[in-house]
């Protein structure tokens, strides 16, 4: 199941090759192919695709394992290497979110079936306000992810537990 989310973590934004929109559908199909060109079972096969058809805010629910481990995985990515584009506005909010991200980590706390997101975010560069206002939809679905495999999800950010 790990070496399944793993690949479904890879493969699952394979979709933008075609367009933004609709890109986790897109991707699931892409991925079909390449998937039965290498030889994968068909049980292990409908694991991935269900997984990145399954990742978007728009339409995706945690239908089996490897789709919630896919959606905490790319739900709680934020970082400050992600804002590479020096095109975009210091204006842009996501821009200024993924900048002020200093340090993202995605703790799972076996013992106690916890999955926390722990950010230390620069709120010289974005105020906390600003990360729910673009992530909030994104730590629902986490949280939904996490309850899926009978975990609770918890967020952390400057050491305050927020959710
Ligand atoms: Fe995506």
């Known amino acids: 199941m790990q070496e399944l989310a793993g ?7 394979i979709g933008n090759v075609i367009s933004r929109c ?8 892409i991925a079909m ?18 997984a990145i058809g399954n990742h978007e805010e728009e339409s995706g629910d945690p239908v089996n394992p490897v789709a919630a481990a896919l959606i905490l995985a790319d739900k709680s990515d934020v970082h400050k290497t992600r804002a ?5 506005s210091k204006d842009d909010i996501h821009y200024r979110v993924n900048s002020a991200a200093k340090r993202s980590f995605l703790k799972v706390i076996k013992d106690k079936r916890t999955i926390s997101l722990q950010l230390i ?14 992530f909030i939809s994104r730590m ?5 992810a996490a309850t899926y495999l009978n ?4 967020l952390i950010i400057n050491n305050r537990k927020l959710l």
Do not use: W
């Open 33 to 50: 192919r390449l998937l039965k060109d290498m030889g994968t079972t068909p049980e292990e096969t409908a694991l991935i695709i269900s």
């Open 7 to 13: 690949i479904a973590g890879y493969m699952h934004d």
């Open 84 to 88: 590479r584009n020096r095109n975009i």
């Open 22 to 29: 609709g890109h986790g559908q897109s991707a699931a199909l």
């Open 140 to 144: 629902l679905m986490c949280k939904n």
């Open 151 to 154: 975990c609770t999800f918890e």
């Open 121 to 134: 975010i620069d709120t010289r560069v974005s105020k906390v306000m600003e990360y729910f206002e673009i």
